[in-house]
């Protein structure tokens, strides 16, 4: 096993950031390591960023991750992607949603939505590794686009050494009994 890994979730409220780094931070448990969590959401109902720090190591002294420190960044969404990128040490992991949500600023006309282009090069130049995942678009195939938080843990979880077993236990221990089915094919689709 590594002997760390430090993982930074971004999204925006509504997204299920927050149950992500739940399920996250158990798994890490369950691995065998010491774990710490951090969460940042303050104007999350409305819309607003929602980040959360979640660690895996021997022992964690700190929830929070330094600047350049982070191992994979998770993003649920490619504006918070962007807004989180530098938070990446050099070699590090971005999986990023397809999925684009514009910020208010940008519905009313006062600033523009960076071109994919602008997106790509932003994330090339830092990342050592971009994993695209077209979230959204998957988990409405499943019927409920809501689950594609957990689209985005299988993603993840196809980059770490942790058995498939552990990750659906803890997602039907995390979510209601009548969404179990669901987020199990959701997470199996993300890890493909």
């Given at each position: 096993m590594k002997q760390k890994n430090d993982f930074l979730l971004a999204g925006v409220g509504g997204q299920g950031t927050l149950l992500a780094s739940n399920i996250l931070a158990e798994v890490g448990l369950r691995a065998g390591y010491d774990v710490k969590k951090s969460e940042v959401h303050g104007m999350a109902q409305r819309g607003g960023s929602v980040i959360s720090h979640v660690r895996w190591a021997d022992k964690v002294y700190s929830p929070l991750i330094g600047q350049g420190e982070v191992d994979y960044l998770l993003a649920f969404e490619?504006?918070?992607?962007?807004?989180?990128?530098?938070?990446?040490?050099?070699?590090?992991?971005?999986?990023?949603?397809?999925?684009?949500?514009?910020?208010?600023?940008?519905?009313?006309?006062?600033?523009?939505?960076?071109?994919?282009?602008?997106?790509?090069?932003?994330?090339?130049?830092?990342?050592?590794?971009?994993?695209?995942?077209?979230?959204?678009?998957?988990?409405?195939?499943?019927?409920?686009?809501?689950?594609?938080?957990?689209?985005?843990?299988?993603?993840?979880?196809?980059?770490?050494?942790?058995?498939?077993?552990?990750?659906?236990?803890?997602?039907?221990?995390?979510?209601?009994?009548?969404?179990?089915?669901?987020?199990?094919?959701?997470?199996l689709r993300g890890r493909k």
């Open positions: 490619r504006l918070e992607a962007l807004r989180y990128v530098e938070q990446l040490r050099p070699g590090g992991i971005l999986i990023v949603s397809e999925h684009g949500i514009p910020p208010i600023s940008v519905t009313a006309g006062k600033d523009q939505y960076p071109t994919d282009e602008q997106i790509r090069r932003a994330f090339d130049a830092v990342a050592g590794k971009v994993i695209w995942v077209p979230s959204v678009r998957l988990a409405e195939e499943l019927g409920n686009a809501r689950v594609h938080n957990v689209i985005m843990l299988g993603a993840l979880s196809a980059q770490l050494d942790v058995d498939e077993q552990v990750w659906l236990e803890v997602i039907e221990q995390r979510v209601p009994a009548r969404f179990v089915e669901l987020n199990r094919k959701a997470f």
